[in-house]
């Protein structure tokens, strides 16, 4: 069974930093790519950055120059390293990968529970 654990979420003042860990655990393959979406109230899930195993990025407009992702493929981890971070920020963040299991072909979408982020103002 494929899982994806998120930690670090909580609050923080704006112009404040947070740091997010997502572990995978499980009989994996590959993960391609691995991520971070984030969904506020009363809005769509949306997407905050992906990184590709062979660390190619891709960010939201409205996080460019301010988060950073990075993974750790041994481990089967990504972090999402949030500065400068505006009340609109505030979201539950959802660690995401496109996993491939042992002995199978191609990939599925794992998502994790998620973790509050909230920025006051």
């Known amino acids: 069974q494929v899982q994806l654990v998120e930690s670090g979420g909580g609050l923080v003042q704006g112009g404040g930093s947070l740091r997010l860990s997502c572990a995978a655990s499980?009989?994996?393959?590959?993960?391609?790519?691995m991520g971070w979406y984030r969904q506020a109230p009363g809005k769509q899930r949306e997407l905050v950055a992906l990184?590709?195993?062979?660390?190619?990025?891709n960010y939201a407009d409205s996080v460019k120059g301010r988060f950073t992702i990075s993974r750790e493929n041994a481990k089967n981890m990504v972090v999402l390293q949030m500065n400068s971070l505006k009340p609109e920020d505030t979201a539950v963040y959802y660690c995401?990968?496109?996993?491939?299991?042992?002995?199978?072909?191609?990939?599925?979408?794992?998502w994790g529970k998620g973790t509050l982020v909230t920025v006051s103002s």
């Open positions: 995401y990968g496109s996993i491939r299991i042992m002995w199978s072909e191609g990939g599925t979408d794992y």
């Open positions: 499980g009989s994996i393959f590959s993960i391609n790519p």
């Open positions: 990184i590709t195993s062979g660390g190619s990025t």
